[in-house]
């Protein structure tokens, strides 16, 4: 205990009009957050007067971040403005380390009210990088529409924030620090606990670890390669598959957590993770797997280089969960997917005689289902997977569930994806991402493109490109009325569904740091003869892409030569 007091500030500070917390948080250049006086002590003082005043005094929070740079010195802040202002405790992961899923984990597990967690997900670290906050609230879930708005309206009028800067922290130590602050009756205090072990435990309470041990140490071990890019997935990789699972310790490469994730892009598909596509495509590993920097998200290989879409991954997921101990003794409420992710599960809920819930974009869009008992298994065609054991996407939790279906079926990842377009279909899917678009230039595109497509003399269009003619059978601008609480969420893309089940999106994102906007453009088409399963992705999406150009002229508009990313 420090034996005087640590005093309380209040410094002037003048409000920020560009902190409108996004789909994942607020995120920015890292330069922003590092060199702007005040901007990352507005933002968090924004999200702790969020919270209501009753509600923050003496109560629990979690922090952790995914290790990128600046990560250790926001943390520092993050700690001293909690001190500051009420909270009684916080929680954070060893040396500032913490997955969103090991995140929502603990938030659940000790019932805090919430959580911040220091991420770009996906977005490029070091400090020409990205830098990104997310607030997870109690249910360990993203923070609602409603308190994002509340986060916004603070940050637009803040005059002052609070903080204890002779307030510090060993964030390699684990255990209790106490800490006696001036007019505070009782002290704070902060705990550094393992980043791995609560959300372990967590594990062996879902799976079947006996039978994953045995795929990957047995007489027909399942060779694997693990790639945690440098990013928060590293410990988690270490520890559960290799130290508790048995798998070589030279299954997992890039599990050192790095400030810059080692010069890599943490973005877990074939366009990035190059070195995991290269190892696959060899040949000796039977199983693949990357993960982003927090570990929310997570792509799976086959062996030979096969590459699993989210979306099949998430079909052929939901078809068998009765491989997981977790849902063959709780049974499945619902599954949930969001608008642009292909409609392959909905064909396995239909099956399965299992509700199916469309949603926005946006994980927190899954909370009010999962905690309303709705929905116990839901994804997102940004290679997000989860359930309701917490209220976040889990990479590594979604690894476990494939090899477990490995296990149980005892076949090998293509052969598994096979079966499952042999009974149901395949639906083809991809994303082309158009970057760094100017604002007002997307915002007038998608405008024009609603009205184009929402005039009554749209919708008995047909569009014929080479052999193929689509006819038009329902545009709109997707709105969702969540079945729990009633609120509606408005304008949530554009989508175009034919007759024969093929689908045109168009959507703006609200993830990105960087300068301008991101454009997305989203294609399905759904094939039900297995003979036609294993034709090119492009090859039969390509009249839809070539519709979807055509109406929205996206390259005249934008001055862009064609999309920064396929995926």
């Known amino acids: 205990m420090e034996t005087n007091p640590i005093?309380?500030?209040?410094?002037?500070?003048?409000?920020?009009?560009?902190?409108?917390?996004?789909?994942?948080?607020?995120?920015?250049?890292?330069?922003?957050?590092?060199?702007?006086?005040?901007?990352?002590?507005?933002?968090?003082?924004?999200?702790?007067?969020?919270?209501?005043?009753?509600?923050?005094?003496?109560?629990?929070?979690?922090?952790?971040?995914?290790?990128?740079?600046?990560?250790?010195?926001?943390?520092?802040?993050?700690?001293?403005?909690?001190?500051?202002?009420?909270?009684g405790r916080l929680v954070i992961g060893h040396?500032?380390?913490?997955?969103?899923?090991?995140?929502?984990?603990?938030?659940?597990?000790?019932?805090?009210?919430?959580?911040?967690?220091?991420?770009?997900?996906?977005?490029?670290?070091?400090?020409?990088?990205?830098?990104?906050?997310?607030?997870?609230?109690?249910?360990?879930?993203?923070?609602?529409?409603?308190?994002?708005?509340?986060?916004?309206?603070?940050?637009?009028?803040?005059?002052?924030?609070?903080?204890?800067?002779?307030?510090?922290?060993?964030?390699?130590?684990?255990?209790?620090?106490?800490?006696?602050?001036?007019?505070?009756?009782?002290?704070?205090?902060?705990?550094?606990?393992?980043?791995?072990?609560?959300?372990?435990?967590?594990?062996?309470?879902?799976?079947?670890?006996?039978?994953?041990?045995?795929?990957?140490?047995?007489?027909n071990q399942l060779k694997i390669r693990i790639d945690a890019i440098n990013g928060v997935m590293g410990p988690y990789v270490r520890k559960i598959l290799c130290d508790e699972l048995g798998a070589p310790a030279n299954s997992a490469v890039n599990c050192v957590p790095l400030e810059d994730f080692g010069g890599q892009h943490p973005n877990p598909n074939p366009a990035f993770a190059t070195s995991l596509v290269d190892s696959m495509k060899g040949g000796e590993f039977g199983f693949g797997a990357a993960f982003d920097a927090d570990g929310d998200r997570y792509m799976i290989m086959g062996q030979d280089g096969f590459f699993v879409s989210p979306s099949d991954s998430l079909a052929v997921m939901a078809a068998n969960l009765s491989c997981i101990p977790y849902f063959s003794q709780r049974g499945i409420r619902g599954f949930a997917r969001s608008m642009p992710t292909s409609t392959a599960i909905d064909r396995v809920a239909k099956a399965m005689k299992v509700a199916l819930y469309e949603t926005p974009t946006g994980w927190r869009f899954f909370g009010n289902l999962m905690d309303s008992g709705r929905c116990s298994f839901c994804g997102e065609e940004s290679f997000g997977t989860g359930s309701d054991h917490i209220r976040d996407k889990d990479g590594l939790w979604s690894v476990l569930v494939w090899l477990s279906i490995m296990a149980v079926r005892n076949q090998g990842v293509e052969e598994i994806v096979r079966d499952h377009w042999a009974?149901?279909?395949?639906?083809?899917?991809?994303?082309?991402?158009?970057?760094g678009v100017d604002s007002r230039a997307a915002y007038y595109l998608m405008r024009d493109l609603e009205a184009v497509i929402t005039d009554k003399a749209f919708t008995t269009q047909k569009f014929s490109v080479g052999n193929n003619v689509y006819s038009v059978e329902k545009a709109d601008n997707f709105?969702?009325?969540?079945?729990?609480?009633?609120?509606?969420?408005?304008?949530?893309?554009?989508?175009?569904?034919?007759?024969?089940?093929?689908?045109?999106?168009?959507?703006?994102?609200?993830?990105?740091?960087?300068?301008g906007a991101t454009v997305r453009i989203y294609a399905e088409s759904y094939e039900r003869d297995p003979e036609r399963h294993s034709r090119e992705t492009q090859v039969v999406l390509g009249p839809l892409i070539a519709i979807a150009l055509k109406i929205s002229n996206i390259h005249e508009r934008t001055g862009s030569r064609g999309p920064s990313v396929i995926t």
Request: charged letters at 25%; a positive charge.
């Open 7 to 87: 005093p309380i500030l209040t410094i002037q500070t003048t409000p920020f009009d560009d902190q409108r917390p996004g789909t994942n948080g607020l995120r920015k250049k890292t330069a922003v957050f590092e060199s702007k006086k005040n901007y990352l002590q507005n933002y968090i003082q924004s999200v702790l007067s969020s919270i209501d005043l009753r509600d923050r005094q003496g109560c629990t929070m979690v922090v952790g971040s995914d290790g990128r740079y600046f990560s250790r010195a926001a943390t520092e802040v993050i700690v001293q403005m909690a001190a500051a202002n009420g909270i």
């Open 95 to 219: 040396n500032g380390i913490l997955s969103t899923p090991a995140v929502s984990c603990i938030i659940r597990k000790i019932k805090a009210s919430g959580g911040i967690i220091l991420t770009a997900s996906h977005s490029p670290g070091g400090p020409g990088g990205d830098f990104g906050i997310k607030f997870s609230v109690a249910n360990g879930g993203p923070s609602p529409d409603t308190v994002m708005e509340r986060i916004h309206q603070v940050s637009r009028t803040l005059e002052e924030y609070a903080i204890c800067p002779d307030l510090h922290i060993d964030l390699s130590r684990l255990g209790r620090q106490d800490f006696d602050l001036e007019n505070k009756f009782k002290p704070f205090r902060v705990e550094i606990v393992d980043s791995v072990e609560i959300y372990l435990n967590m594990l062996r309470g879902l799976f079947d670890f006996g039978a994953i041990k045995s795929l990957l140490t047995g007489p």
């Open 423 to 435: 009974k149901m279909g395949r639906n083809y899917f991809c994303r082309f991402d158009y970057e």
């Open 479 to 515: 709105e969702y009325i969540d079945p729990v609480d009633g609120s509606v969420s408005r304008k949530q893309g554009l989508r175009i569904v034919f007759t024969d089940s093929s689908r045109i999106i168009f959507r703006l994102s609200g993830s990105g740091a960087g300068t």
